[in-house]
């Protein structure tokens, strides 16, 4: 299929979304490679860590309470809670809380995403349709496929044009609540055309000063998809040609799409192989430059009372989004963790980046705060040429008695390229769990998605996600 700058269509041609649908819905898990099986494995345990450390923010806690007013009954568990309620609430809520700490996984090609932020849309589904843990890894495998290929298939990505890539998730979420549901393909091409024709998000939520919708709206697009493959179930239609055809993604998101990459060599390979994993709780662009930061300061031993300057030389993205004046600033968490500035103080500081660092205390902590002036931020336009291939970061510290030190890296810890360990994922997942889960549950539910294609239901599985005060409450 050719490159399509204008939406186009061949008579007897099928849309896309007909082809997206057809695989999505023929797929199996004897079909997916052991490879695939095992990341699909790694992916959702890092991402059940993140859920419980959300289900301990704030944010998190105010959705519940709207949902508790307005959520209706059903099968889907809510992590943390156990609570049981309807798919579409349900997808919500679980999504918030695996996004809300912007530590989940991480794709970067033309555009960002956080594939595991479908995850919970392939939950509700395969607890509405009683599935065990197979099916639970295609929904899984699914949602990184599909996810992953649409931001590689324009140019420039969305988000350089304005939008951002929840967007594309309500295009995702649909196909893989339906392929959980077992729609046909039909039906899935309905659902993929009520979700994704409703959402287009703007890219204001990531610019400038960030608020709670920075950790919303990719949830809130799972939720679109949740919904939109029920409707699809009971007969409701949607546009076949909501990708390639007359004022679809395309058309209206253009210039420059590859639509042949949503679709090319589908099965032959899997794209969740090539996915990456946050090794900080910060937006993706800020790995790199910590990653450099805190090498420098623990190999040479500096102290932040010895630091004149910390120069870093970065990505265009890296210069405007993350370092504009309001990320000199922050007075959230949700700008502190999108602030190059902010977890290069708080690196320089306290020599860590973790969850620690983004409560406002810390935030409005004066010796962090000392820091930001010494940050200096600016685009680099050989960096620029080797992104996104590359994550190269340059930094540059200048200590006041007249000492430098240089360092460069082109890719951050967590990236295919340097992942994470399975140890380290578990550490990471009994940091996030261990305030409201005992020893033994997190190992039970360790154990059990280790073990995930032996779980004879997804519903059984969730309930071992409950925080142990909500299950002495039973």
Not at 294 to 316: G, N, P, S, Y
């Amino acid at each position: 299929m050719a490159t399509t700058t204008a939406p186009v269509k061949t008579a007897g041609k099928p849309t896309i979304t007909a082809t997206m649908s057809d695989w999505a819905a023929g797929l199996e898990f004897e079909q997916i490679s052991p490879d695939a099986v095992y990341q699909a494995k790694r992916f959702l345990l890092d991402s059940i860590g993140c859920a419980l450390g959300g289900f301990q923010q704030h944010d998190v806690k105010i959705a519940l309470e709207v949902l508790d007013e307005i959520a209706g009954p059903g099968k889907a568990t809510l992590i943390g809670s156990g609570r049981q309620m309807d798919p579409v609430s349900a997808s919500l809520a679980n999504a918030l809380m695996i996004r809300c700490m912007d530590y989940n996984d991480i794709y970067w090609k033309q555009d960002p995403s956080h594939p595991s932020d479908i995850f919970p849309a392939a939950i509700a589904a395969c607890e509405r349709a009683g599935s065990d843990g197979r099916e639970l890894i295609v929904g899984i495998v699914l949602g990184h496929e599909f996810e992953m290929r649409l931001c590689e298939a324009a140019f420039p990505g969305i988000r350089e044009r304005g939008w951002h890539h929840a967007t594309l998730t309500a295009f995702v979420s649909p196909i893989v609540a339906g392929r959980m549901l077992r729609l046909t393909p039909e039906q899935i091409q309905h659902a993929i055309g009520i979700s994704a024709s409703a959402r287009a998000t703007l890219g204001a939520v990531t610019a400038g000063k960030l608020t709670m919708m920075k950790n919303t709206v990719d949830p809130m697009a799972t939720q679109s998809g949740m919904l939109a493959a029920l409707l699809a179930e009971k007969g409701y239609t949607g546009p076949e040609h909501v990708i390639d055809g007359k004022e679809g993604l395309a058309h209206c998101l253009g210039p420059e799409w590859k639509l042949n990459i949503l679709t090319d060599g589908l099965g032959e390979s899997w794209r969740i192989l090539q996915c990456g994993m946050k090794a900080f709780p910060t937006e993706a662009l800020t790995h790199t430059p910590i990653s450099a930061v805190l090498a420098l300061v623990k190999d040479h031993d500096l102290a932040h009372h010895e630091i004149a300057e910390v120069h870093i030389r970065t990505t265009a993205r890296g210069a405007d989004i993350l370092s504009d004046p309001s990320k000199y600033d922050p007075h959230t968490k949700e700008t502190a963790d999108h602030s190059l500035p902010y977890v290069i103080a708080a690196a320089i500081a306290e020599r860590q980046v973790t969850p620690l660092q983004f409560t406002m205390e810390k935030i409005k902590h004066p010796v962090i705060r000392e820091q930001l002036r010494k940050i200096v931020v600016a685009a680099d336009p050989e960096i620029e040429k080797v992104f996104p291939a590359l994550q190269r970061v340059i930094v540059r510290i200048h200590t006041v008695d007249g000492r430098e030190f240089t360092q460069q890296l082109d890719y951050p810890k967590g990236d295919p390229r340097n992942p994470l360990t399975d140890q380290e994922i578990e550490e990471k997942f009994e940091a996030l769990a261990e305030p409201v889960m005992s020893h033994q549950a997190r190992r039970r539910a360790i154990d059990a998605i280790w073990n995930l294609e032996k779980q004879k239901t997804v519903s059984e599985l969730m309930r071992l996600f409950m925080a142990d005060t909500c299950r002495a409450g039973l």
